[in-house]
């Protein structure tokens, strides 16, 4: 086994190693070649084992393109590259509105897993002149989240895009996007980029990327503001996942306020706001999962997906909401057991539409189930945590650091060099089923 650990540990170091860009790491060579939000959080996490100063750097280069009112961009472009990459710059044109930084972004969020993967490197290379650097722009990033965002006036933060979720794809939007109006054949003024590296049949279609930019030009031409999105953007929505890993970014606030010698009070009282409201409108008693509430038309998303199960990384949930996302984290859909022959997969292996190939449409990401399995461990289920894990380093030890993976034959899929699984899984490695720092 030690021998299987050690060259784990090797596979995933030089895939962080060959993927490092001057002062980021890519998700990829070939189908992301730029820097990404959530994806370069995961990333700091395993650099911390392997490339201390890498891990600093990877969050500090991020937090350099936040904007003025406090928003990490999902995407920051690297310039030297060719301009072929889409979506691009270009249809972005974020440059041209108030409050952008020089570099050219993009204009969405994704979910703010920034706070807990910055307490996490500390905890392994502490660095209190990074982390009292790194602290004031979390704090605003929570602070636009948590005020501007919160279209409804509940107390969550909506999501303008599925890409801000970061599951692009997941039938979780199924909904919600066939309600935007958008005509295919926009595409055509476009060469995709995806498609390239990777199987149509396993990336969205052209009729969801013809959605995809028309929700991306109504919040540009509205030049990126968030001051009245009910009334004029057509996708809107409160995510179970983006709103538990805000609570949980608040959490870890609190803990580096402490070391910085902020006031850990506000950050404790917003994750506690912040997990009750999540319970109250997104958690349903009938399902015993977590939805997506859609905003414009006030429902919730009737799919079972791994959005669902995130919010069991809140150590605060009530004991009975806890043992009802279990039981749904237990159930067929899912799969999840002690010794579990499938992994994780991101939704309902049970439904008619389930897709073990399409991109978040059935297939197993190990971010999702590394969330999945913090939250195990925060709730004391040691023995399910226990078979999550193993699942997830079965697969990268059978198919490699794939960007996901079929969840009924563990087949690699994506991308073959994927950087927040070689990351997640250097923590995975290292920590065994040590519970998260609370």
Not at 55 to 66: C, D, G, N
Request: proline share 8%.
């Amino acid at each position: 086994m030690k021998q299987t650990t050690d060259a784990l540990r090797r596979l995933a170091e030089s895939t962080l190693d060959a993927n490092w860009s001057d002062d980021h790491t890519v998700p990829s060579r070939t189908l992301y070649p730029h820097q990404w939000s959530w994806d370069s959080a995961f990333i700091s996490i395993g650099l911390a084992y392997c490339a201390p100063e890498r891990a600093w750097r990877e969050l500090r280069t991020l937090f350099e393109a936040q904007w003025a009112d406090g928003r990490v961009p999902h995407i920051v472009f690297n310039p030297a590259l060719p301009g072929d990459y889409f979506p691009g710059p270009e249809l972005w044109d974020s440059r041209s509105a108030e409050g952008s930084p020089a570099v050219a972004t993009s204009g969405l969020v994704q979910p703010p897993i920034h706070a807990v993967a910055a307490w996490e490197v500390y905890r392994r290379v502490p660095d209190a002149e990074q982390l009292a650097w790194l602290y004031p722009r979390l704090v605003a990033q929570q602070r636009y989240l948590l005020d501007r965002r919160d279209t409804s006036g509940a107390g969550l933060a909506a999501v303008v895009h599925p890409w801000e979720s970061g599951l692009d794809n997941s039938p979780a939007w199924d909904a919600p996007m066939a309600a935007v109006d958008a005509d295919p054949a926009i595409m055509r003024q476009y060469r995709r980029h995806d498609t390239k590296f990777a199987a149509e049949s396993h990336r969205p279609t052209d009729a969801d990327y013809a959605r995809y930019i028309v929700i991306t030009e109504s919040y540009r031409d509205g030049g990126y503001l968030d001051e009245g999105l009910a009334e004029r953007h057509p996708f809107l929505v409160e995510c179970p996942l983006f709103n538990a890993v805000l609570a949980a970014a608040e959490h870890a606030l609190a803990r580096i306020a402490a070391v910085v010698g902020a006031d850990p009070t506000p950050h404790h009282d917003a994750a506690a706001r912040v997990t009750k409201v999540l319970v109250d409108r997104l958690h349903s008693p009938a399902t015993g999962a977590f939805h997506p509430r859609d905003l414009r038309t006030g429902e919730l998303l009737p799919a079972h997906t791994v959005l669902g199960l995130a919010p069991l990384v809140l150590p605060d949930l009530p004991a009975e909401v806890i043992e009802s996302v279990v039981a749904e984290a237990c159930s067929p859909r899912f799969g999840l057991a002690e010794q579990m022959p499938y992994p994780l997969p991101s939704y309902d292996r049970t439904a008619a539409d389930f897709d073990q190939l399409r991109y978040w449409r059935g297939p197993s990401w190990v971010n999702t189930s590394w969330l999945v399995w913090r939250g195990l461990l925060t709730h004391g289920r040691r023995e399910l945590a226990a078979g999550l894990r193993a699942s997830m380093v079965d697969l990268v030890a059978r198919s490699g650091c794939h960007e996901y993976f079929d969840p009924t034959t563990g087949a690699g899929l994506g991308s073959p060099a994927f950087s927040w699984t070689a990351a997640l899984l250097l923590d995975l490695l290292a920590t065994g089923d040590e519970p998260p720092a609370q």
